[in-house]
């Protein structure tokens, strides 16, 4: 390969890759989701590193084997996302329908036995060769993207594809809870309402699915007692503090250790001995210690910022489907997190959901980053207008 040659080649591989990055035209709101989303994903990463070391290490020999695996989902979420917000959103708009269907039915899969891979007495995931996938975690945003076209066009569509559709959405919550999973339920039964409510449904609709969302959740307390039991914990963890207050006790103690400015990266206690499932549920637990009370507003306010930025694109959004799909994102996104660190505060019961984006699992992170592909997306086409150039324009007779 002679000079020439090599210099094109090189031009040509540094314009592909610039191109692929680039967010030349892109509105500011969009860049700014980006590059927040690309951050709480660092550091989310790097969170992971230290909370899954000594977990690895014990369980696979290797400390670096949460983060590799971490690592390799978080690049097919990338490249996803990627797609998602380089193309209209009336594409994924159109299959929302279906890759809703294909999730309920692959959560329908884990309740086969043979099919369904039990983990701590929950039946969520499937196998995928080596790995698992949780299909709840994936029908989150394809949630979002159908309820917000259904509420958006509400007042348009017959009772009859209301009644269907109502009944879909009903039928996969149920899916979600026998496994059972109440929490991922109560999320995606929440994040539905929530779009509903911000597209304008009559308050008495709202009032009688509310009602009858808490029925079926104090059903399944009353039917399941580790649920039960977790509610009396949160109330009192140390009236059992060996068995059902032990996880929000050593989650206490590890925020509490944290102090003011932290133990210092990758010098958490409680994650080497006592903190259970340290790299998935309580993983801000393992960043409290280790980044102190400062840390954590400090994280509190990236999610307050995040958040003002989704609802003001929510707000620009010229499209009422597309305000709700904002919404509706940054509900999974923050509302989750914000429930996340909820639970490992001891402010509301225990629930099992990830910290998203810090939390272990590749389902988790994938729909996480199609999830906020989602709402760049939003924000590129509620502030980004197709401009005519003059010189297509025709030139006037003379």
């Known amino acids: 390969m002679n000079l020439s040659a090599a210099t094109s080649l090189r031009t040509g591989t540094v314009q592909l890759f610039t191109q692929f990055f680039s967010v030349q035209g892109w509105a500011l709101e969009a860049r700014l989701l980006r590059w927040m989303t690309l951050l709480w994903l660092s550091v989310g990463l790097v969170v992971l590193y230290s909370a899954s070391y000594h977990a690895a290490e014990d369980d696979y020999g290797r400390g670096s084997h949460y983060f590799l695996v971490q690592l390799v989902w978080m690049l097919i979420g990338l490249l996803i996302s990627r797609y998602i917000t380089r193309h209209p959103l009336q594409q994924m708009m159109r299959l929302s329908g279906i890759l809703l269907l294909v999730c309920m039915l692959l959560v329908m899969a884990t309740h086969i036995p043979g099919v369904g891979i039990s983990v701590n007495g929950a039946t969520r995931w499937l196998p995928l060769g080596p790995f698992l996938i949780q299909p709840s975690e994936l029908m989150k945003p394809f949630l979002v993207l159908h309820s917000a076209q259904l509420f958006g066009k509400w007042h348009k569509l017959t009772n009859q594809t209301r009644l269907v559709w109502l009944g879909i959405f009903t039928l996969g919550l149920l899916s979600i809870l026998t496994q059972p999973n109440l929490s991922t339920t109560a999320v995606c039964g929440m994040t539905i309402w929530l779009i509903a409510l911000a597209a304008g449904l009559p308050y008495r609709q709202l009032i009688l699915t509310a009602s009858s969302g808490f029925m079926a959740a104090v059903i399944s307390i009353s039917l399941k007692s580790y649920q039960r039991d977790r509610i009396i914990s949160f109330l009192d963890p140390w009236a059992d503090p060996a068995e059902s207050g032990y996880q929000l006790i050593q989650s206490l103690l590890a925020i509490g250790s944290g102090g003011l400015g932290g133990t210092g990266y990758g010098f958490s206690i409680q994650k080497e001995f006592f903190l259970p499932i340290q790299y998935t549920d309580f993983i801000f637990s393992v960043f409290a210690e280790e980044f102190g ?98 010189r297509s324009l025709p030139r006037p007779k003379t």
């Open 293 to 390: 009370f400062i840390g954590s507003v400090v994280l509190l306010i990236f999610f307050a910022i995040y958040s003002t930025i989704a609802l003001a694109v929510a707000v620009q959004s010229p499209k009422m489907v597309h305000r709700l799909i904002a919404i509706g994102c940054m509900v999974l996104l923050v509302g989750q997190s914000l429930i996340n660190i909820g639970v490992a505060t001891g402010s509301i019961p225990t629930t099992g959901l990830p910290l998203p984006l810090f939390s272990y699992g590749g389902s988790s992170v994938i729909a996480n980053l199609i999830t906020a592909g989602l709402l760049i997306r939003v924000a590129r086409e509620s502030r980004e207008a197709n401009v005519l150039s003059l």
